[in-house]
């Protein structure tokens, strides 16, 4: 059986669509930045393959945290601080460290772990990278990441608001 990828494309945009709803209500209420990048990817693959070992709530959060943390210590052991770093400046050959070394820490914690998880590679470059730099924001996306998880574990999976999960959908 075939699905109007019209219909599809309108269940899985509602269904994120909520969740980053809930998580900028929650940004706008507490003027902290609760909707991160890379959580978007994250939904997503709730919403496409909500049945996916890659997507269990143990690997979203441990993948997410453990990039969080590599990006964290990568960032403040290579970079240390933000700022314009000019083209072939020692600065910005930091930021491309950080980032591979980022990247290795996550690939190896998530694989020690079996938490792998494909969109803490975002976390990990967003982190790496100096956009997130300091513990309270750190600690803001582990309470984001909660949060998604929760509302999907207790509203996306059991309400039939929308078509999930998706065992039937025939050629997309």
Same mark, same amino acid.
């Given at each position: 059986?075939?699905?109007?990828?019209?219909?599809?494309?309108?269940?899985?945009?509602?269904?994120?669509?909520?969740?980053?709803?809930?998580?900028?209500?929650?940004?706008?209420?507490?003027?902290?930045?609760?909707?991160?990048?890379?959580?978007?990817?994250?939904?997503?693959?709730?919403?496409?393959?909500?049945?996916?070992?890659?997507?269990?709530?143990?690997?979203?959060?441990?993948?997410?945290?453990?990039? %969080? +943390?590599?990006?964290?210590? !990568?960032? /403040?052991?290579? #970079? $240390?601080?933000?700022?314009?770093?000019?083209? =072939?400046?020692? *600065?910005?050959?930091?930021?491309?460290?950080?980032?591979?070394?980022?990247?290795?820490?996550?690939?190896?914690?998530?694989?020690?772990?079996?938490?792998?998880?494909?969109?803490?590679?975002?976390?990990?470059?967003?982190?790496?990278?100096?956009?997130?730099?300091?513990?309270?924001?750190?600690?803001?996306?582990?309470? %984001? +990441?909660?949060?998604?998880? !929760?509302? /999907?574990?207790? #509203? $996306?999976?059991?309400?039939?608001?929308?078509? =999930?999960?998706? *065992?039937?959908?025939?050629?997309?």
């Amino acid at each position: 059986m075939d699905v109007d990828r019209e219909t599809f494309g309108l269940d899985v945009g509602s269904y994120i669509g909520f969740h980053l709803v809930v998580l900028g209500l929650v940004s706008w209420v507490t003027g902290q930045p609760f909707l991160i990048p890379s959580l978007g990817p994250s939904v997503f693959l709730l919403a496409t393959l909500p049945d996916s070992r890659m997507n269990y709530p143990e690997r979203i959060i441990g993948g997410e945290c453990i990039g %969080a +943390l590599s990006g964290y210590a !990568a960032f /403040h052991l290579l #970079v $240390g601080s933000v700022g314009a770093t000019p083209p =072939l400046s020692f *600065e910005a050959f930091r930021q491309v460290l950080s980032a591979f070394t980022a990247t290795v820490l996550t690939t190896v914690g998530t694989y020690a772990t079996n938490t792998q998880h494909p969109p803490a590679y975002a976390t990990t470059l967003i982190v790496s990278l100096g956009i997130l730099t300091r513990p309270p924001q750190i600690l803001i996306f582990g309470v %984001a +990441l909660l949060a998604m998880v !929760a509302v /999907h574990e207790g #509203v $996306g999976k059991r309400l039939p608001i929308w078509n =999930l999960p998706y *065992e039937n959908r025939g050629n997309i």
